[in-house]
């Protein structure tokens, strides 16, 4: 099967959307098959120099970035004539209300192959641009509906999900809930555990991790400012914040000010040491304005770690509070303090959340989810079929 996917951003940019298209595109590889992803030729911030490369067996083809609105819209109509002229058996978008999306169904309804869609639960609007927010209800009043109306089969990665597509036009009919997973690394136990040697936080500490993108849904200056509030009072506990800045990493380093217990790290791609990072860690803490359904939370499960976060979209359908962590209220900064506490000191609590969320966490694998996507290409091919 020749398979194209698109969506704005690809490795090496960190990002979860193509984070997604990366483990199931190269699985679908190794199978045999013939796998495309057409992405924008930004890394957020400047232009990727290299157009055209295959990285693990996938076809990377880079467009021409025309410009960025609000910091977050793309905009590369190359993809268009490009996936005309490829042939391709399916057409795979991911975000919805993006141009790119627009042109992948324009470009599938002229090849008369299914188009699929990827939503990645992209509904809230908050800590958007006044710009940004005018661009996003001008999309989601226009052009939104006929991507819709053009695309085979939907897949939500949450059912929070299924009345906002009705709501912009998505036919019930065509949705299909497929959540995010996980790689199987992240249940292999790691003998020598470099992370804490590495990063100087001592052997005895209690660490309480953040790993996502600095960037204000994420919730880190919330998360900062309950840290400080723990260390008033007790200074067993370091707080590692690993991710690639996107504004809000000074905020988080003045909240910190010189603490020796705050660790800013940078961003970690090495998949390897990232399971190291988790395996190290108490707690994991997402305290997010908005999220769609990140990896990270199963990252976390299948390595056992309990979860304290925001029960915002799709999380509170895969996470249970109490039962694989605590849920704390966005912007509840004693809620995240005595989260944080009693994930770290009430250990038959911790206990039983770390078996329940390894057990949970194997429904997740990267390898399951990938096959139920392609049970969903292969319902589109022979609805096709049969027109």
């Known amino acids: 099967m020749k398979i194209a996917f698109t969506q704005a951003y690809y490795l090496p940019v960190i990002d979860g959307p193509g984070q997604v298209i990366h483990e199931i595109a190269t699985r679908y590889a190794k199978e045999g098959h013939d796998v495309h992803v057409f992405c924008s030729d930004s890394d957020k911030y400047r232009t990727i120099e290299k157009k055209e490369e295959v990285i693990e067996g996938v076809k990377v083809h880079r467009c021409k970035n025309w410009f960025t609105i609000a910091n977050f819209a793309t905009f590369w109509p190359s993809v268009l004539p490009k996936l005309m002229n490829g042939d391709f058996d399916i057409i795979h978008s991911h975000v919805s209300g993006h141009s790119y999306v627009l042109f992948s169904a324009i470009a599938a309804r002229i090849k008369k192959v299914p188009h699929i869609h990827t939503t990645h639960c992209c509904w809230t609007s908050g800590y958007r641009s006044f710009g940004g927010r005018i661009a996003v209800w001008l999309v989601y009043h226009t052009f939104l509906p006929w991507m819709f109306k053009w695309t085979d089969r939907i897949i939500a990665i ?220 292969k319902e589109a091919l022979a609805a096709k079929a049969k027109r």
């Open 158 to 377: 949450t059912p929070w999900e299924i009345n906002e597509i009705q709501k912009h036009g998505g036919k019930k009919e065509r949705i299909r809930v497929i959540p995010n997973g996980m790689n199987e690394i992240f249940f292999k136990r790691i003998n020598k555990n470099n992370f804490r040697k590495e990063h100087g936080i001592p052997a005895r500490a209690k660490i309480a991790l953040f790993f996502g993108r600095l960037n204000p849904t994420k919730g880190v200056d919330k998360l900062a400012l309950a840290e400080t509030e723990i260390l008033k009072k007790r200074n067993d506990i370091h707080f590692v914040f690993v991710g690639p800045d996107e504004g809000m990493l000074e905020t988080a380093k003045d909240i910190a000010g010189k603490n020796k217990n705050f660790h800013f790290i940078g961003p970690i791609r090495d998949r390897k040491k990232v399971a190291e990072m988790y395996q190290a860690a108490d707690v994991y803490c997402l305290p997010s304005y908005r999220e769609g359904l990140p990896l990270t939370l199963f990252e976390a499960m299948a390595s056992g770690l309990p979860i304290v976060a925001s029960p915002v979209n799709g999380i509170p359908y895969e996470m249970k509070d109490n039962e694989n962590g605590i849920f704390v209220q966005y912007g509840d900064i004693s809620g995240l303090v005595k989260a944080i506490a009693k994930t770290i000191d009430d250990k038959k609590f911790a206990s039983k959340v770390k078996k329940n969320n390894i057990k949970r966490a194997k429904q997740y694998d990267w390898t399951l989810i990938a096959n139920r996507v392609m049970g969903v290409y």
